[in-house]
């Protein structure tokens, strides 16, 4: 099926590797020119190299060396530097440290309030302006199945990236009349660092109905969707990508 995305302009945060990179792949796949922003230099230039591979064109890809969480419109501002606009924003950092509730303090959840919500808010409001010039536009945020089931170790998380979902349902109603639509995709277990961090990716499938972890590729095709042409009349909703693992009817 075509998405309906060649040519658009996407800008994807934290993708030099995981879900953030899965994302990217599947938007070059679909003929986007795709800007992508990370800090380390070494997994940025790999990226870029992947992307460029899938696109045949290197002059369709463009990497830049960033702090999302520190400077999240600076990703924003390369996609318009190099490619004269942005049309599709994928906002992304990675997650904050695990803690109880009783255990965080006010620092850890400003901490945590900057990286997993406010700078995912701060990369939308330097895009927007320019989806409404062209009455089109796509973002699609990225959080984490815990925003529908909390998990007892990870408060920082949970608490941030809810804030984050409850702003982009506000947000998706405001911009509606525009032809921007806004989506947050919630994924569950998908292979990436992080995850292998918590153990062995056999005992995590076990728990998952389909019988295994997700593939960021999995993630990505996932986010090209809603970010698609076809997906016009879908926003301001949650989609959850975890192999069927959530046992909740909400």
């Not at 996407?10 to 599947?26: D, E, F, M, P």
């Not at 942005?86 to 850890?108: F, H, I």
């Not at 921007?180 to 277990?189: F, K, M, S």
Request: aromatic fraction near 4%; charge should be negative; charged fraction near 20%.
């Amino acid at each position: 099926m075509d998405l309906g995305l060649r040519d658009r302009v996407a800008a994807v945060a934290a993708a030099s590797k995981g879900l953030g990179r899965g994302s990217a792949n599947a938007l070059a796949r679909e003929g986007c020119r795709v800007v992508i922003g990370a800090r380390g230099a070494e997994a940025l230039a790999d990226a870029v190299d992947e992307l460029a591979a899938i696109t045949g064109d290197p002059a369709r890809v463009h990497g830049v060396s960033v702090d999302v969480v520190a400077e999240p419109e600076a990703l924003v501002e390369a996609a318009v530097e190099r490619f004269g606009t942005v049309e599709v924003l994928v906002p992304n950092a990675g997650g904050p440290p695990p803690a109880g509730a009783l255990d965080v303090s006010a620092d850890d959840l400003r901490a945590a309030f900057e990286a997993n919500c406010v700078a995912s808010i701060r990369m939308a409001h330097a895009a927007i302006p320019r989806m409404r010039d062209a009455e089109w536009g796509r973002i699609c945020f990225i959080t984490s199945s815990f925003v529908k089931q909390p998990a007892p170790f990870l408060a920082l998380s949970n608490t941030a990236r809810t804030g984050l979902v409850a702003f982009a349902k506000t947000l998706a109603t405001d911009v509606a009349p525009f032809g921007i639509t806004v989506n947050v995709i919630l994924p569950g277990t998908h292979d990436t660092d992080r995850i292998r961090g918590m153990g062995s990716l056999d005992d995590l499938a076990a728990s998952i109905p389909v019988g295994r972890v997700g593939s960021p590729a999995d993630f990505g095709d996932a986010v090209a969707f809603l970010c698609s042409e076809q997906a016009n009349f879908i926003t301001g909703t949650t989609l959850l990508i975890d192999g069927g693992r959530y046992p909740g009817l909400l």
